[in-house]
Every structure is written in C-alpha cells, then in structure tokens.
C-alpha cells in the first residue's frame, strides 16, 4: 500500500512513496521514513546553455579589467610578485610589473612599474610610467611619470619628466629631471 506524499506547488503530480512497516514489538528501532525530494531547478539567472553549443564561461576565466583601466592597458603583458614571494634576476619582456613581494634586479624595462604598500624594488628599471608605495632602492627612470604614495620610500638616483609626491612620501638620494630635448641655448646678458 502506498500513501500519497505531501504535495509541492510546483509540481503537477503527487509524488509517492512507500508507507513505511509498522514497527514490530521485537525491534525497537525508529522506523525511518524516507522521501522523495525533486531535483533543484537551474537558478533563475543561471545561463541556459542549447544543445551541441558550448556553454558560455565555462573553462574560459573572465579577464578582469584592472582598476577601470582602458581595454589597451589592461591587455598589457603582466607580471606581478605576490606578497610574500621574492624574485632575483632579469626579467624580460614584462610590460607591466607590480611588485607585492620582493624583486631584485639588475636591469628592468617595461612600460610601467607599481610597487605596492608590501613591495620592495632593489636595481635598476627604466620605465615610461612608476607609481612606488612601498620601497624603491636603486636607480629608477620614468620616461613620463614617477608617483610617490603617501607610504612610498625611493633611495638612490630617481629620474623623471614628471614627478609627484604625496605628503608623507620620501626621496632620498639624488633627483634629475628629463626634458624632452636639449635644452635651447640662453642668450648671455648684456652689460
């Protein structure tokens, strides 16, 4: 004998199941009763995926867009030092370098170097654009920008066409200035 199971609103059958025995006076196990669930239906906004079609996302991961930055900068070729990691030597063919970690080396070129609050930068590195938050200890030249954070520290010889420093943030060491040309030959006062 069978007895009908409690009805979901979603479905349109009854779902049944079998009565469970009547306990004998021998055993004095709990009868467990046992039921039929439904199977979960797909979330509400899960991608519904067709038939003989891949389903969208799966396999691929999401390239995330860095910070908001234009779809060129944030296809940049990067490579970032996780905190706690420490690199030495050179690295090449790197556009972007962001450095969480450690990383010593002798020559660096790349398009831009951002040394997170974490970081610490020693050597060489010529690149167009530096954000430094963390240490910096070397020789550093921007062919554009050179930021210094509030929590930023650079020591040794820093050169730049434009530079900003944030209240708190330290240059140590020596400073030049790049211009975009030699400069124009001053006329000698006249006496």
Do not use: H, Y
């Amino acid at each position: 004998m069978t007895v009908p199971a409690a009805r979901d609103a979603d479905l349109t059958a009854a779902n049944l199941r079998p009565a469970a025995p009547a306990p004998s006076p021998a055993k004095e196990a709990p009868a467990l009763s046992q039921s039929i669930r439904p199977t979960a239906a797909p979330a509400p906004n899960a991608p519904a995926g067709r038939p003989g079609l891949p389903t969208p996302g799966v396999g691929v991961p999401a390239r995330p867009n860095q910070g908001g930055l234009p779809a060129s900068q944030s296809d940049r070729r990067t490579l970032t030092v996780g905190k706690g990691i420490s690199v030495q030597g050179t690295v090449s063919d790197c556009e972007r370098l962001v450095v969480e970690g450690t990383v010593e080396s002798e020559m660096l070129q790349a398009a831009e170097l951002s040394v997170g609050q974490t970081g610490v930068f020693r050597g060489e590195v010529q690149v167009e654009d530096a954000e430094i938050a963390g240490l910096f200890d070397g020789t550093i030249t921007a062919r554009g920008n050179l930021i210094i954070r509030a929590t930023g520290k650079v020591n040794g010889v820093a050169r730049c066409k434009r530079l900003s420093v944030e209240d708190g943030g330290q240059l140590m060491g020596r400073m030049e200035m790049l211009t975009d040309g030699p400069a124009a030959p001053r006329p000698a006062p006249q006496v």
